[in-house]
């Protein structure tokens, strides 16, 4: 089992640059792929971006290409999603999102993820 917590989000505006954290339970972060995923209201969840187990590979959402970077942080059981460039259409509840041990790529797919945060919601004002 795995408990994922986001932090960072809040009020920015267009422009302006945001830090999400995901801090994730347990001692086998390591053996997880992640993922950032977002929904805004009225929409459904939609793949941001996905980090392998090792941080070697990384993939993202065109949209956001050139904007956000997703890294983690093994040894602190904690993935982060950087946000720079920030525009109105970003804002959405933010959530972290772990694949099953062992998988090592990340995912574009909602349904390949077996845990969840509950999400911290970002808001970027025009």
């Known amino acids: 089992q795995v408990q994922l917590v986001e932090s960072g989000g809040g009020l920015v505006q267009a422009g302006g640059s945001l830090s999400l954290s995901c801090a994730a339970s347990?001692?086998?972060?390591?053996?997880?792929?992640m993922g950032w995923f977002r929904q805004a209201p009225g929409k459904e969840r939609e793949f941001v971006a996905a980090?392998?187990?090792?941080?070697?590979?990384?993939y993202y959402v065109d949209s956001v290409k050139g904007r956000f970077t997703i890294s983690r942080d093994n040894a602190k059981n904690t993935v982060f999603l950087q946000m720079n460039s920030l525009k109105p259409e970003d804002t959405a509840v933010y959530y972290c999102?772990?694949?099953?041990?062992?998988?090592?790529?990340?995912?574009?797919?909602?349904?390949?993820?077996?845990?969840w945060g509950q999400g911290t919601q970002v808001t970027v004002s025009s």
């Open positions: 347990g001692r086998t972060f390591s053996r997880y792929a």
């Open positions: 980090i392998s187990w090792s941080g070697s590979s990384t």
């Open positions: 999102a772990a694949r099953r041990a062992g998988s090592y790529s990340g995912s574009y797919y909602l349904d390949d993820y077996s845990y």
